[in-house]
């Protein structure tokens, strides 16, 4: 939490909370790993942060699995590394783990993944940034590959009471391209009440068939 927090303070624009996620939040962002036949599965983790909602996507791991974590802070990146040697609910997945430190916009390749969790503050974000994330996302995806991401409840609208107005158009661009890409790809949403603050995790189904 204290490494979380600092980070709050340094690097806002990258880390856009004031709390890691809930572990409900976390559950419900894993929740399709469930959803899987016998085939190995590659994940992405965008943005993971301290890890809380990576503890939640572990517990699906299965020993042919492979998780990727890409997070662009390197003092998360650090003690990402760190938890995965100590945290006895992280330690015994190590080896089927890589940790990358880099904006995901960077990340090459095709068709790697069946599913990408997705822990970034679009709210943050210019309008063209989120397009090209998910631009990459449907890059790196399988087909039938999914998108799990969460926005804070309300809180755009909130923020843009208080902004100037550049910021409020940039608000409004953001929620435009997501509502775009929801509207085309969205499988379901669930609402989490118990997070700081309450969030919408949505599901969508975003690898090209
Ligand atoms: C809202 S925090 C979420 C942290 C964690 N997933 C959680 O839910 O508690 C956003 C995270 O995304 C990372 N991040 C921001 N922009 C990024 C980018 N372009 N590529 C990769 N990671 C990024 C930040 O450093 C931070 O760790």
């Not at 990402?80 to 997945?93: M, N, T, V, Y």
């Not at 409004?172 to 995790?201: C, Q």
Request: proline letters at 7%; one cysteine or more.
């Amino acid at each position: 939490m204290f490494a979380f927090l600092s980070q709050t303070f340094r690097r806002f624009h990258d880390t856009g909370a004031i709390a890691p996620s809930s572990r409900w939040l976390g559950r419900a962002l894993a929740a399709p790993l469930t959803e899987r036949g016998e085939e190995p599965i590659a994940i992405l983790e965008a943005g993971p942060g301290t890890g809380a909602v990576t503890r939640e996507i572990v517990r699906h791991l299965q020993p042919v699995d492979h998780l990727t974590l890409c997070e662009i802070n390197p003092v998360f990146v650090e003690h990402l590394r760190e938890r995965f040697e100590s945290d006895p609910r992280l330690r015994p997945h190590r080896d089927r783990v890589d940790i990358v430190q880099s904006p995901v916009e960077s990340l090459e390749g095709e068709g790697c993944f069946d599913h990408i969790v997705c822990g970034l503050p679009f709210n943050n974000f210019d309008p063209e940034q989120v397009r090209e994330i998910f631009s990459v996302f449907q890059r790196l995806l399988r087909p039938g590959g999914t998108v799990n991401f969460f926005e804070y409840a309300a809180i755009r609208g909130l923020k843009a009471l208080l902004v100037t107005r550049a910021e409020r158009e940039r608000l409004r661009g953001v929620a435009s391209v997501l509502g775009e890409v929801i509207e085309a790809h969205e499988r379901r949403r669930k609402l989490v009440l118990v997070n700081l603050p309450p969030a919408w995790a949505r599901c969508l189904v975003m690898g090209e068939r």
